[in-house]
């Protein structure tokens, strides 16, 4: 099985007691998807809980579904924006969710919590005993050390040491420990080799939760973020003839998961995958040192389903930071005001972190290349906001100089409206083997997977399909562990 679900009775019955001494409760995917199904008791107690509060009610706010408020707030329709033409300068629509209303801001407390959930009902993670590991290049860990302080575990938070200085900040606030390791954002071959020396010093005291090959993080992608886009497409009455393409850049290759929901729903969609083009790993095999923060990783991660992806978008690093200062600086929005983006939409530039802000130029590029027209729509996903990476401003006015209307002006025009279909590859069939067999070097003979499974990754055609069956099975454990934290 894809997910270990194999159970172990008396850590399951120390896990109970220790959640049942914390009032603490589980939410299961259905209700994630759908959180109008959490109990009225449930909701009670959020009405008093702020979203970033580390208070365990807060894990039935694992949804894209929060309302948008700071305390007490409930639930309400999927938090999306249509991104307007005059930022996207493409006859297509562009839409995509906001991931500023997840508990601590990022949307990886759900791939987190999907890692935890299981281990946690199952037995293979011990609550009392166990430290959970959550290696990162960016927001895996905040979600990770979060989710285990709502579950009042103890956490190991690993990250670069380049990542931004908001992200240390907080981690300090929720978790047991903090290791960072050496570069920057692509340099996760050291984050795996802490990992390896970690598990050597601590042995049983340290469960790792490595989400680059924990397909718990693929299906809560494919089942909460799928559905979420799902009804957005419904409630909008988009028609299936035009709902074309979903862009996801690829860090862990989590998010990437919901076009797979997406593609078996409307099979002529297009899943495009962005990267850094920096660190064009999928465009060219290549690596290098980039600044989108939590995306490309000189690899391909484990749990990337590589022959259902269409596309491959690399991105200037430099078009993302110059469109935050755009989205963030005053002189950009007032520029963007006088050409007549409204002060809703300016607004909204607070849900673009930088990583968002490269899923909207790949989005750009995949409505571009497939010269879509008015009523076409692409889906992408804001993972997190801007209030992540606001000291990056003040580093690049001291790198760059002051953000200008001129500089606006330019910033606008060049890597908006003149985002063109550079450094954007169709795959073909053998174009996605090159790709799946950059695994091999990672995972195989690094990382301890099989040949076989890599193989069966590729040609077993049930592979991938089996994982959301396990979703229901996953939901059947979660309520059959809150039914014994209940008695
Ligand atoms: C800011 C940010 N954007 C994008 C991603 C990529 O998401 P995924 O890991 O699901 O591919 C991450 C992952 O940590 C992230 O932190």
Redesign the pocket.
């Known amino acids: 099985m894809l997910i270990n679900l194999e159970k172990h009775p008396d850590i399951i019955r120390k896990n109970v007691e220790r959640c049942r001494e914390k009032g603490i409760l589980l939410p299961t995917f259905r209700e994630m998807i759908n959180p109008s199904l959490v109990s009225d008791e449930i909701k009670s107690k959020l009405r008093n809980v702020g979203l970033w509060d580390v208070n365990p009610a807060n894990l039935y706010r694992i949804t894209w579904h929060n309302e948008p408020k700071e305390k007490g707030g409930l639930f309400a329709g999927v938090n999306f924006i249509e991104i307007p033409r005059e930022i996207t300068g493409t006859k297509a629509r562009i839409l995509a969710l906001a991931g500023k209303f997840f508990p601590c801001g990022?949307?990886?407390v759900g791939?987190t919590y999907a890692c935890l959930a299981p281990a946690l009902v199952t037995g293979n993670f011990d609550a009392s005993s166990q430290q959970a590991v959550w290696p990162?290049?960016?927001?895996?860990c905040?979600g990770g050390a979060y989710n285990s302080a709502l579950l009042g575990c103890d956490s190991i938070a690993i990250l670069p040491e380049d990542m931004s200085q908001e992200r240390f900040n907080w981690l300090k606030t929720v978790a047991g420990e903090i290791i960072a390791t050496p570069g920057c954002e692509s340099n996760v071959k050291e984050i795996f080799d802490k990992c390896h020396e970690l598990n050597e010093q601590r042995g049983n005291h340290i469960v790792i939760f490595n989400?680059?090959e924990q397909f718990e993080?693929y299906l809560w992608?494919y089942e909460v973020t799928g559905a979420a886009i799902l009804e957005v497409l419904k409630e909008l009455g988009i028609k299936e003839e035009n709902v074309r393409a979903y862009a996801?850049?690829?860090?862990?290759?989590?998010?990437?998961?919901a076009g797979d929901h997406l593609k078996n729903v409307y099979p002529g969609i297009k899943i495009g995958a962005g990267e850094a083009l920096q660190c064009p790993t999928l465009l060219r095999n290549g690596f290098g040192a980039h600044r989108?923060?939590?995306?490309g990783d000189k690899h391909v991660?484990w749990i990337h389903n590589v022959k259902n992806t269409d596309m491959v978008l690399s991105i200037d690093d430099q078009d993302c930071m110059d469109i935050y200062r755009l989205f963030n600086e005053e002189d950009g929005k007032e520029y963007l005001s006088s050409i007549g983006v409204s002060d809703k939409d300016i607004e909204n530039l607070a849900l673009f972190?930088?990583?968002?802000i490269?899923?909207m130029l790949s989005a750009i590029k995949m409505a571009k290349f497939y010269e879509m027209d008015e009523d076409d729509v692409v889906f992408t996903?804001l993972?997190?906001s801007s209030v992540?990476y606001t000291s990056r401003l003040k580093e690049l006015e001291e790198q760059q100089g002051r953000f200008s209307k001129t500089e606006a002006a330019k910033v606008h025009a060049a890597a908006l409206m003149h985002q063109g279909i550079d450094n954007a590859l169709e795959l073909g069939y053998y174009d996605r083997l090159r790709i799946h067999n950059l695994k091999y070097y990672t995972w195989v003979e690094q990382q301890g997977k099989t040949y076989e499974e890599l193989n069966r990754q590729w040609y077993d055609r049930n592979y991938w399909k089996e994982l959301p069956q396990l979703t229901e099975k996953i939901d059947a454990l979660i309520d059959e562990f809150n039914a014994e934290i209940r008695k």
């Open positions: 990022v949307h990886k791939a990162s290049t960016g927001n895996y905040r989400q680059f993080n992608h996801s850049s690829t860090g862990s290759g989590g998010t990437l998961a989108i923060e939590g995306i991660p972190g930088i990583s968002g490269g899923n996903i993972t997190d992540m």
